[in-house]
């Protein structure tokens, strides 16, 4: 009902009429009395930098092209999230992906926070900021999509633990200790000459601090010898938010089997990518690909530690059958059709992250921290 509730309010904060023919995906009643009660929840999509700078609309429902390939990365506004019963979005931070060099991020972080203040004001009625799963079950409770921050990349802190200190005042969620360039600190995984690159002693505070103040630390786009030694800094679980299985498709941003088994010991999880290239070798896949990762996650991770992190707006192609939020329903109608339990979807879509947050709440309650 809540979800009716928050498509109702969205057609009419954006004016139109609620008669209009809907856009709805096609599933089975079935499919949707098991999707739409769930909070759901996506880890990282890369929207709100399109909002920064190509002034997209995230509250304005915006159409798909009939093609696969879609330049105008148009994978995810409210309306459309609403569609397909997302509740929660983290929100990726992306900060001058090309050189992301530190010591001049700051004033692109705040800008970012901004541009985010900005959605919040012009989206009162049908989205708000959560910083805690307190905070997503009652934004969802009303009808609203929660919005949530993930900072893409240490090098937005500009080595300043009072800018971490300040960000997660803003909402900052979670941290991504490294993106796509190595850091003093932490290595990427996207240059095979960094691999001996691993968390400096820097990154071990970063670690830390984060863990205190409640900010979920992300694993993703690390490299091996930096994930580890993240997990040996970390004090509470840690997450790892878009990627997939290297067991299936070996490819330098997946995580293998020890990794897997690793997060999970720590209390965190893994959020499944849909990009295709990393699910399958070829730019182009289908949803059942995305389907066959979060089998392998659950098989090795366990079914408590796997979630879905889409990297939608991050790419051009998405899979057939997830290209954009309103075509969620169509991965609990697959989960489903494999035999998932309808507690097992729910804890998949998102109660297994509401679970992780809380216990990242705690651990930094229980280090002083807020
Ligand atoms: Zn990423």
Redesign the pocket.
């Known amino acids: 009902m809540k979800k009716f509730i928050g498509i109702l309010v969205t057609a009419l904060a954006l004016g139109q009429s609620a008669c209009q023919p809907t856009t709805k995906v096609k599933v089975s009643e079935e499919v949707r009395a098991v999707h739409d009660p769930a909070i759901a929840m996506d880890f990282?999509s890369?929207t709100l930098m399109y909002v920064r700078t190509l002034h997209y609309d995230y509250g304005k429902r915006h159409h798909l092209r009939p093609y696969f390939w879609d330049p105008l990365l148009t994978q995810v506004d409210i309306p459309r999230a609403q569609e397909g019963g997302l509740d929660a979005i983290f929100l990726?931070f992306?900060i001058h992906p090309l050189t992301e060099k530190s010591g001049h991020c700051y004033p692109d972080v705040l800008a970012m926070f901004d541009t985010l203040d900005r959605v919040l004001k012009q989206n009162p009625k049908t989205a708000a900021l959560a910083r805690t799963a307190d905070d997503i079950e009652r934004i969802s409770g009303e009808g609203k999509i929660a919005l949530l921050v993930g900072l893409?990349g240490g090098h937005m802190l500009d080595d300043s633990l009072d800018h971490l200190r300040e960000y997660r005042q803003r909402g900052a969620a979670y941290l991504?200790i490294v993106?796509?360039h190595s850091i003093a600190w932490a290595g990427s995984d996207q240059n095979p000459a960094d691999k001996d690159i691993g968390l400096g002693d820097f990154g071990r505070e970063v670690v830390q601090e984060c863990n205190r103040l409640g900010i979920m630390v992300d694993t993703?786009?690390a490299n091996e010898k930096t994930f580890w030694d993240i997990l040996a800094a970390a004090k509470a679980p840690v997450i790892n938010t878009?990627t997939a299985c290297y067991a299936l498709r070996p490819h330098h941003r997946n995580l293998n089997d020890d990794q897997l088994r690793a997060i999970a010991q720590t209390g965190g999880i893994i959020g499944i990518i849909y990009y295709p290239a990393y699910l399958r070798s070829g730019l182009t896949g289908t949803i059942d690909e995305v389907i066959a990762h979060i089998d392998h996650a659950v098989k090795v991770a366990g079914v408590d530690h796997v979630g879905l992190g889409s990297?939608w707006d991050?790419f051009v192609s998405m899979p057939k059958g997830l290209r954009d939020a309103s075509q969620l329903p169509n991965l609990t109608a697959k989960l489903m059709a494999r035999g998932y339990s309808t507690e097992d979807i729910h804890q998949i879509l998102g109660g297994n992250m509401l679970r992780v947050m809380r216990e990242v709440e705690a651990r930094a309650k229980e280090l002083g921290g807020t």
């Open positions: 990282h890369d990726g992306v893409e991504g993106h796509q993703s786009h878009h990297d991050g």
